[in-house]
């Protein structure tokens, strides 16, 4: 039973990566389209793509530890991509929650173990044992940044705006 669990995990996790190169590859391809980037190229930015995965999987990494920072990633940039679904949300704000999401997850470590590659090392879960301070840490980072900038360029972008009409129109007196 154990085997075939195994089989489909692997073909599964396979699939979605070899897709998601796939995609990208696509992506490039379409966007670069006018430039004149042939097909060829596009099946090389796919062999390049591959070469970060190889040098991974050579370093036999637990698959456990793997998974973990995947998420805490995902947990680094969710709340920014979900609040691109609110208005005043800007891509500038959307990248600085993201960083400081990637931060946050940092300081946990940083601040308990008193230097940066500490933090680094902590928030890489050493031993594949999970902890919940790289996750809490990257998403009140990233949700407070990216609402904190959203709101101070929205209301920049707004007095910019209110001054300009001003200047624009006639004045009666």
């Known amino acids: 039973m154990t085997l075939p669990a195994l089989v489909l995990a692997v073909t599964l996790v396979a699939s979605s990566v070899d897709t998601l190169q796939n995609g990208i590859a696509s992506l490039i391809l379409a966007r670069s389209e006018q430039q004149g980037v042939s097909l060829v190229a596009a099946r090389w930015v796919t062999i390049l793509l591959m070469v970060p995965v190889v040098v991974i999987a050579l370093q036999g990494l637990s698959v456990l530890r793997l998974f973990l920072i995947a998420d805490l990633l995902c947990a680094a940039i ?10 005043r949300m800007t891509p500038i704000a959307a990248i600085g929650g993201g960083i400081a999401g990637l931060l946050g997850a940092i300081l946990p470590g940083w601040l308990s173990q008193g230097s940066f590659i500490s933090g680094v090392v902590a928030a890489s879960f050493p031993g594949s044992i999970p902890t919940l301070g790289p996750f809490v840490g990257a998403l009140i980072a990233s949700t407070l940044i990216s609402v904190l900038l959203a709101s101070m360029i929205k209301n920049s972008e707004y007095l910019a705006f209110m001054m300009q009409s001003t200047q624009d129109k006639p004045r009666y007196v």
């Open 78 to 87: 969710v709340v920014p991509v979900l609040l691109g679904l609110w208005q």
